[in-house]
Structure formats: structure tokens, C-alpha cells
T-cell receptor, first 110, second 116 residues
Framework: TQLLEQSPQFLSIQEGENLTVYCNSSSVFSSLQWYRQEPGEGPVLLVT?????EVKKLKRLTFQFGDARKDSSLHITAAQPGDTGLYLC??????????FGTGTRLTIIP | EAQVTQNPRYLITVTGKKLTVTCSQNMNHEYMSWYRQDPGLGLRQIYY???????DKGDVPEGYKVSRKEKRNFPLILESPSPNQTSLYFC???????????????FGPGTRLTVT
């Protein structure tokens, strides 16, 4: 069973600060996705990355896929209270199934 | 509007009383999946279905059944629920994209189940 480790588990920062969260695996991903989940709701897909070294931007969010396709990071610039939520990475290992990390719970303090 | 619906959203039941959680999608996806989410364990796949009449076990299938008689519906059945099945359940409708074998998941709103 492939494992995805996300760090940190919890992060609480002030509005306006920058932050980075990480997703790591010992196995190579065929693709990797990031989701955000808010309380009482299902996860919502933010981005999919498939190519080693790929960088994708979604407004203030920057997603990077490691060159070796074993790790990924999510960087948020000038965090806002609306960014609060559980951030999940999910990796595909070529078997048509997604394996989810346990998530980073982010709180942005106004 | 593209969506995945689940019912019920909340359910409290007793050990051994059979229950069904329904899931329906309007995106014409062939692939659907069920997950449970538990603190510290993340989302774990229970069952998935790549097409009508095709279902496969995920990582934690014990105690669950599914059926896929039509494309839009994928119900989750607990024949004899036990307290260790108390959890938050999500149905997902899955779209293959890009020709890379990449599957993007669209989740329902969740069903919070408590078994006493």
C-alpha cells in the first residue's frame, strides 16, 4: 500500500502571511491532485499535476510537482480567512485508484 | 448543474439494522467510488465501479456491499452495521482526463453515520 505523508498536520497563521504545505511519498506518482475540504462538505478538486517539475497557479495558490514525481507542495500567498480548510493531496500510482494523504488542517486568523 | 447527491446526510442507527446510503450523479461518468473518512486516517476507499455491473473492492471493503445497475446510481449497503462503521462517508463521481490515466474525483456532500 502506497503512503502519502502530508506536513504539517496543522497550521495556523495570520491573515496576509505566506505558507507552504507538503505531500511526500516513497513511490512515484503517475499523477497527483490537491483538494480542499471545508467543514460539512466533500473535498473539492483544486488541481491535477502529471509532469515532473510542473508548476500550476490558481490565483494565490501555487502547486509544484517534484522532478522525481514523489512529492508536491502547495504554496499560498497572502493567506485569507477563506483559505481555511483541510488540504488533501491524492496520488495515483498507475492503478486507477487514488490514495489520499491525511491532510493539512489550515486555519487563517483574521 | 453538475452534482453528486447523497442521501441521507445524517443517520443514527443501531447495530445490525440494514441500511442503504444512496448516491447519484448527473455527469454521465462511468467511474464512481465510495470512501469513508475518519480522524487521523484520512479518506479510504471502500468500493469502486468502473462501469455498470462492474464493481471492485477498495482498501476497506469489509462489512459493505455496493451495486451498480445503472450509470448514475451507486448505492452503498451496510447489511449489518456495527459501531466501527461509524464514520463520514463520501461518494465520488470520477472523470478520466487527459489520456494519462488520470482520474479527477467529484465528491458528494457526505453522509455522517452513527451506529450505536
Amino acid at each position: 500500500t502506497q503512503l502519502l505523508e502530508q506536513s504539517p498536520q496543522f497550521l495556523s497563521i495570520q491573515e496576509g502571511e505566506n505558507l507552504t504545505v507538503y505531500c511526500n511519498s516513497s513511490s512515484v506518482f503517475s499523477s497527483l491532485q490537491w483538494y480542499r475540504q471545508e467543514p460539512g462538505e466533500g473535498p473539492v478538486l483544486l488541481v491535477t499535476v502529471v509532469t515532473g517539475g510542473e508548476v500550476k497557479k490558481l490565483k494565490r495558490l501555487t502547486f509544484q510537482f517534484g522532478d522525481a514525481r514523489k512529492d508536491s507542495s502547495l504554496h499560498i500567498t497572502a493567506a485569507q480567512p477563506g483559505d481555511t480548510g483541510l488540504y488533501l493531496c491524492a496520488g495515483e500510482f498507475g492503478n486507477e485508484k487514488l490514495t489520499f494523504g491525511t491532510g493539512t488542517r489550515l486555519t487563517i486568523i483574521p | 448543474e453538475a452534482q453528486v447527491t447523497q442521501n441521507p446526510r445524517y443517520l443514527i442507527t443501531v447495530t445490525g439494522k440494514k441500511l442503504t446510503v444512496t448516491c447519484s450523479q448527473n455527469m454521465n461518468h462511468e467511474y464512481m467510488s465510495w470512501y469513508r473518512q475518519d480522524p487521523g486516517l484520512g479518506l479510504r476507499q471502500i468500493y469502486y465501479s468502473m462501469n455498470v455491473e462492474v464493481t471492485d473492492k477498495g482498501d476497506v471493503p469489509e462489512g459493505y456491499k455496493v451495486s451498480r445497475k445503472e450509470k448514475r446510481n451507486f448505492p452503498l449497503i451496510l447489511e449489518s452495521p456495527s459501531p466501527n462503521q461509524t464514520s463520514l462517508y463520501f461518494c465520488a463521481s470520477v472523470q478520466g482526463v487527459g489520456g494519462f490515466g488520470t482520474y479527477e474525483q467529484y465528491f458528494g456532500p457526505g453522509t455522517r453515520l452513527t451506529v450505536t
